[in-house]
């Protein structure tokens, strides 16, 4: 009964008021002491991941991108299953803090800030693969449509040119967000910081917020509409990624099922993620009255449902491709069950379809270490899902004549290992010089808990249902 | 066949580049590293078969254009020529029945065709050839 | 709290956010500047020569013939730099004195090549044909700028492939009658009495620039060369017309 009765614990735990929420996020950016031995050895290795990838990317500047394994016939390889893993995992971030903030899930306030973060640094990782699988990565500029003296333009019709735009957009829409909501935080930094050094940089990234009323009314604003253009972008980035194979007549790629099914699949490896890092974080920084079991909970809970539904999508896979009729359609179902990369699907299936039933469980939900290892299974099982739709499916097309077998070298796997190392890198970089909890919103959220206010502000009143333990939404824990 | 450029085969710090060129084909372009490389059907045959027929005004010849693999082709299995023009020997090819083109399923309309090779299924007529 | 800025660092923050805003933009203007400013394309920019030959000289004064030196014009994919001998043929005769010329007596006594700097010139991976030009009507200063006025050669246009498809997207505004390309060089002569005689506009500004905008009724004369010559307008624009 222990585990079910955590399942309820309040969005914010514990005694607090507003002072001792503001010393205690802002207390790890402050004070340098409160970064332990963890957040070192994260950070250096990291580091340690990035430097090699920065000699990765040299010697591939330098020779080309023959040195990955891409080749004929298996022209995409690592850097696309790679590229695919990135973006899918920044999707997380963005549902969080758009479609949740549209939906006014208050859960959402102590985990949207550093999931925000994550998914620019999953952008950040993410965008190098397609640049530099161009081959000519000096010639980037190409990809828009500027003025030009060659009278050219982009080819529109090719979803990888809607790539370019729909992730550009999505980075640039990211950070402005991101940045946006940071601004009454780092303008508290500014003011609790002793060091004028720390007051000047946070005080010009505050922009001059004073906290005045009419500040909190265009923020309000601002806030809210950067949220409705993200929420398109949850679904549209994905869509177009998963274009780049549903719109090629490759056996496999060529299914209209592509777009939810990607787009779930991101939410889901994104979730995952959330996980990985707040799972540690939580326990590392002593978060876990804002990080509540709650949060957790739910985070496992949606990972559950968007597990679900991509596993649905590898049933219906099955499903077209024997419905379908079609030799190849048939046969490509065969080779990735049965071919030389049968070993992939079946770990897929193990990792995306047969973990993850394991959080109907509230025990496992509830258990930390046994979510974490599930969170590491879905992250696996989601690269394999792309390794799966991409390698099979370019060895094993139409002719038997261009067949083959992709195999990596070390400078795939370094190019992965580094892109880890980066997001690392910078993740941690982040928890250190900035809050990575929403401050004014958790105070904001504790305001409303407390029951002040509950008369005043229609705002209020619209987030009232579900705030706190008592929501009538789930109803099927009790 | 389409083949990118994974790595720098042509050096193109090697000195002196026209001399490269030259030892190459010089009427085809040297690709780089990171650019696609694909069959342009002789387009510099083409092209120097085009302007000549130009300057004089008039059409090309049916067989005035001769791509290299035909040329180079011992067994002359390759025919080339305007699809366009009726009377050409490429269009007369292609309205033979052994002609077949591979994947048209996929709708993807490719220029180059195959013929089929000639069996004999009854070996009694004759010994297949 | 004390203040952290001083008032006036609101300016700097506004002025930084209309930089962020404009900045991309402006970026983006002088790369645009830049790499069309001659200081890039070499428009107008006199080459280092070994001899300081003058096309005015040879042309307009003298009366020279393009095609007597750039002799495959008409025939050939190049217009070619003419041999030594080329030179020798009248410098045999006259100027055998003078200094300037050394280096062309040189050339011929050691039988090697005068090493001329290639003023005009395209990428590699452009196959540009002098000779279906020419028999387009296209006059040499449509590309070269008005080389029978310049003293030292220099590029006369900047020959970006947004400039090779004004033409190859719409061939009427320039195609012309073949027969006239060199004439009008010759109506043009300095110092004659038929100096710019009976030249039609158009010709006048070709002489004069290489620039001219065709007016409704020269285009329309156009539209009859190309119907004449057969131009395929649809496929002239493709890119293996100009590349390999
Ligand atoms: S030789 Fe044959 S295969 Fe090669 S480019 Fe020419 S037509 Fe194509």
């Known amino acids: 009964m222990s585990a079910r009765e955590k399942l309820n614990d309040d969005l914010i735990l514990g005694k607090h008021t507003f002072r001792t929420i503001n010393d205690k996020v802002n207390n790890v950016v402050l004070n340098q002491n409160s970064h332990t031995i963890p957040w070192a050895v994260c950070f250096m290795v990291g580091f340690m991941l990035l430097q090699l990838m920065g000699l990765v990317i040299l010697w591939l500047l330098y020779r080309g991108i023959g040195i990955w394994g891409v080749n004929n016939p298996s022209m995409w390889g690592w850097d696309i299953i790679n590229f695919v893993w990135w973006i899918g995992i920044g999707h997380a971030g963005t549902l969080i803090s758009a479609i949740l903030l549209l939906l006014k899930q208050s859960w959402r306030n102590s985990i949207n800030r550093f999931a925000e973060a994550m998914t620019l640094f999953a952008v950040a990782c993410a965008g190098l693969f397609p640049l530099l699988h161009t081959g000519r990565p000096y010639m980037a500029y190409w990809m828009f449509p500027y003025p030009n003296v060659l009278a050219m333009t982009p080819n529109f019709r090719s979803p990888l040119l809607w790539d370019v735009f729909a992730i550009s957009t999505y980075a640039t829409v990211s950070a402005v967000f991101w940045f946006l909501g940071l601004i009454p935080d780092l303008a508290s930094l500014r003011d609790k910081s002793k060091n004028p050094i720390f007051k000047g940089i946070f005080g010009a990234l505050a922009m001059g917020w004073r906290g005045a009323a009419s500040h909190w009314q265009r923020y309000e604003s601002a806030y809210i509409m950067l949220a409705g253009l993200s929420t398109p972008l949850v679904l549209s980035v994905h869509s177009i990624v998963s274009f780049d194979f549903a719109v090629a007549n490759l056996p496999g790629w060529h299914v209209t099922l592509f777009p939810p099914y990607f787009v779930a699949g991101a939410v889901y490896a994104g979730f995952a993620m959330v996980l990985t890092l707040a799972i540690p974080v939580r326990a590392w920084y002593n978060m876990k009255d804002f990080i509540t079991m709650r949060h957790i909970d739910w985070m496992a809970k949606v990972m559950l449902a968007t597990g679900l539904i991509v596993f649905y999508g590898y049933l219906c896979e099955g499903f077209f491709s024997w419905y379908s009729g079609n030799v190849f359609e048939i046969d490509m179902m065969r080779f990735r069950m049965f071919g030389p990369y049968g070993w992939a699907y079946w770990m897929l299936i193990l990792c995306n379809g047969i973990v993850p039933q394991f959080l109907w469980f509230p025990k496992i939900r509830t258990n930390l270490v046994a979510l974490f290892i599930i969170c590491q299974f879905v992250s696996l099982g989601m690269w394999l899902e792309r390794f799966v739709i991409i390698t099979v499916s370019l060895t094993r097309d139409f002719l038997p004549s261009s067949w083959g077998y992709f195999t990596p070298t070390i400078y795939d796997i370094g190019m992965f290992v580094g892109t880890v190392g980066q997001f690392t890198f910078l993740m941690f970089g982040f928890l250190r010089v900035l809050p990575m909890i929403n401050n004014f919103e958790m105070k904001e959220l504790l305001y409303r808990m407390t029951g002040r206010g509950h008369h005043h502000g229609h705002t209020a009143h619209a987030l009232e249902p579900d705030l706190a333990g008592h929501t009538a939404g789930d109803g099927e824990e009790h | ?129 | 709290m004390a203040q952290i800025f001083h008032p006036r660092a609101n300016i700097l923050a506004k002025f930084s956010l209309i930089l962020l805003a404009t900045g991309p933009l402006l970026l983006l203007l002088i790369g645009t500047g830049v790499s069309r400013a001659s200081y890039n394309t070499k428009v107008g920019m006199v080459a280092d020569q070994p001899v300081p030959f003058s096309h005015e000289h040879h042309v307009s004064e003298l009366g020279i013939d393009c095609r007597y030196c750039h002799s495959n014009v008409e025939n050939s994919a190049h217009a070619t730099v003419p041999p030594t001998e080329t030179c020798m043929s009248c410098h045999s005769q006259i100027w055998t004195n003078s200094p300037l010329l050394e280096p062309v007596r040189q050339s011929y006594k050691t039988n090697t090549p005068i090493k001329w700097a290639q003023v005009n010139k395209v990428p590699e991976f452009v196959y540009f044909n002098h000779s279906i030009h020419i028999k387009r009507g296209l006059n040499c200063n449509i590309c070269h700028g008005s080389v029978q006025q310049m003293q030292l050669a220099s590029k006369g246009k900047a020959f970006f492939m947004v400039w090779c498809l004004n033409c190859h997207r719409n061939p009427e505004k320039f195609v012309n009658d073949p027969d006239k390309v060199f004439s009008i060089y010759e109506k043009g002569l300095k110092g004659t009495d038929h100096e710019y005689a009976d030249l039609l506009p158009e010709e006048r500004d070709i002489l004069n620039s290489g620039e001219h905008t065709r007016t409704p009724e020269e285009l329309a004369k156009g539209e009859a060369w190309v119907k004449k010559f057969g131009i395929k307008k649809k496929q002239l624009a493709d890119c293996w017309i100009c590349h390999r």
């Open chain 2, 1 to 129: 066949m389409r083949r990118f450029n994974f790595l720098n085969y042509t050096d193109h710090t090697e000195e002196p580049y026209a001399v490269t060129m030259l030892a190459r084909n010089p009427n085809v372009t040297m690709r780089a590293r990171g650019v696609m490389e694909k069959c342009t059907y002789c387009v510099q045959r083409i092209s120097a078969a085009r302007i000549e027929a130009k300057k004089e005004g008039r059409p090309i010849k049916d067989g005035e254009v001769v791509s290299a693999c035909q040329q180079a082709c011992p067994t002359k299995s390759i025919t080339f020529g305007d699809m366009n023009d009726p009377k050409s020997e490429i269009a007369k090819v292609k309205k033979q029945p052994q002609n077949y083109i591979l994947l048209e399923e996929l709708n993807t309309k490719p220029r180059t065709t195959y013929l089929t090779r000639l069996r004999n299924p009854n070996p009694k007529l004759g010994k297949e050839s």
